[in-house]
């Protein structure tokens, strides 16, 4: 990379650091808690990055707008790993029940496999999964709920031979 671009790189991080402590309280005006607020601000110092150069008009307000929109998206709620995943060791009945929910998942028709794997796996909306898939809202959540009993079936009738061996 050469001066310029390090040159533009030193340029937004100040205009960025000028633009934080009025984003923060912008946010926290909100009433959103301090973790929310840094996690929001961290997105939209990203988001601003990747789009610097659409940029119109002074730096602080284009940047306190992006973290508005950014603080009023949904955030993922992380869960704790589960006791069993510490350093790879897994018991038999883990492994045999991850093996189950594999074969059930393929065992899907393709529609509803990929609807699965985008709501769940991508943590995608419904509204997002039915646009990927082309299709409707409504038609989405049939969809997804389809599989879902599809899976349930699945799951409960191999439970079920489980129990009686």
Known sequence: M??????????????LLAAMRPAFRALRAMGLPADDVADALQD???RAW???DQRRGEFVPWFVAIAYHEARRPRRRWLSMPVFWR??????????????LDDALVALPRR???AISLRYGSDLSV??????????EPAAKQLLARARASLRRSLSSVQGELSSE
């Open 50 to 52: 990747r789009h610097r």
């Open 112 to 114: 509803q496999r990929q």
């Open 87 to 100: 350093g790879g060791e897994t018991s038999d009945a883990h492994q045999r029940s991850r093996d189950d």
């Open 2 to 15: 050469g001066s310029e671009d390090d040159s533009d790189e030193q340029v937004f991080a100040d205009a």
């Open 127 to 136: 509204a997002d999964v039915g646009r990927i898939l082309g299709i409707s």
């Open 44 to 46: 939209a110092s990203v």
